[in-house]
C-alpha cells in the first residue's frame, strides 16, 4: 500500500464506507434453505480494493418476526479497522404476487438498526462476522416484516434491496 494512501487515510479520520446490497427476501412458509443474501463492495477512501459487506438472515421473514442479519466483512487491507455507525436501509422492493387487493411496498417491513455505540474490529486481510467476533445477536441489525390484520400474500416472494452502510477508522 502506498505511503500516500496511508498518510491520507491518518489525516480524514472517519471514513465513510457505503455497500450497496441485494437480498432476497421470500416471504411465506418457511423453508430449511433460505436464499436471504446481499453482497457489496465498499469504497474506502477512493480505493476499489476495500472491505466489503455481505449479509444473512439467520431465519425465515415472515408476518411479525424480526430477524438478525448476520453480517461478515473483508478487510484486504495490511491495517485493521474499527466500523462504527452501522446502519441498514431499506431502498426498493420488488413484490411479483402484489396486485390491487394484495398490496405490498417498504411499509410492510422495517429495520432494527444495531446499537449507535457499536464498535466492529476487524484484522488487516481478514474476514469475520457479527457472530464469529462473539457480538450477541441483540448487537446485530434485524429485519422483518410487519404484521398487518389484512391478507399479506402480495408480499410472498419478495424481494428487497438494502444498503448497508458505516464508518470506518484505522486502528493502528
Known amino acids: 500500500m502506498n505511503g500516500e494512501f496511508r498518510a491520507a487515510l491518518k489525516r480524514s479520520g472517519p471514513v465513510l464506507l457505503i455497500a450497496v446490497a441485494l437480498l432476497f427476501l421470500f416471504v411465506g412458509e418457511p423453508t430449511n434453505q433460505w436464499p436471504a443474501t446481499g453482497t457489496g463492495d465498499v469504497e474506502l477512501d477512493g480505493l ?42 431499506l431502498q426498493n422492493i420488488n413484490a411479483p404476487n402484489a396486485d390491487e387487493t394484495h398490496s405490498c411496498s417498504l411499509d410492510d417491513f422495517a429495520v432494527n438498526q444495531a446499537p449507535t455505540d457499536l464498535q466492529i474490529p476487524l484484522a488487516a486481510h481478514a474476514t469475520n462476522t457479527l457472530s464469529g467476533l462473539g ?13 398487518h390484520p389484512a391478507n399479506q400474500d402480495g408480499c410472498k416472494e419478495a424481494s428487497l434491496t438494502l444498503v448497508y452502510t458505516a464508518s470506518a477508522e484505522r486502528e493502528d
Open 48 to 89: 476499489t480494493d476495500s472491505v466489503r459487506i455481505e449479509g444473512d438472515v439467520v431465519e425465515p421473514v415472515s408476518p411479525g418476526v424480526m430477524v438478525s442479519i448476520d453480517l461478515k466483512f473483508t478487510n484486504p487491507h495490511d491495517f485493521a479497522v474499527a466500523l462504527t455507525s452501522l446502519t441498514v436501509e
Open 135 to 147: 457480538l450477541p445477536p441483540e448487537n446485530w441489525p434485524r429485519m422483518g416484516m410487519h404484521n
